[in-house]
């Protein structure tokens, strides 16, 4: 027999999400902004346009760089943890529910995209002159847009997702 703790615990639990599924499935996550065929939500990628934002910013306003070298990455789990999202919850069940192929691509992006941030905060922060800076800023953000929409790509569930959604509705 389990403890009322336990019970308690249990009952605020999610339900296990099922990635794609029922219709009833589909309309949660496509209410909480996650894509029902990806299990991706789009949110986590707000993450790196702070990143992007801050790195933009740089050129004409060289004490940003500051700012952007506090930026942390945060894995799609520790974003959603650690956010206001109101379907965290939801979207971190739906990424550990999501195919294993889309997961692993995504995962290999989002990890290039950190590995970028991280290695450009270092020149950054070993730089000496405001215009070495600036140039590393403005070359990172060449870098990292294109990925991040590659990221959106695989979340949204590219081309052949977009068709059917045009063919359903």
Known sequence: MTSTAAKTTLSHRPAPVKVGGDGARAAQLRAANINPRTGLATDYLNHFNEAIMLLEMIPDMPECAE???????????????????????????????????IRTEFENITSAMTSILMAVGAAIRDARQEKTRATLAEQATGWVKPLVALAGGIINGGSEADIDYIMTH
């Open 67 to 101: 700012d952007f070298l506090s930026w942390q990455p945060l894995s799609y789990r520790e974003h959603f943890r650690a956010s206001n999202f109101k379907a965290r919850d939801l979207a971190i069940e739906a990424y550990d529910s999501a195919n294993e192929v």
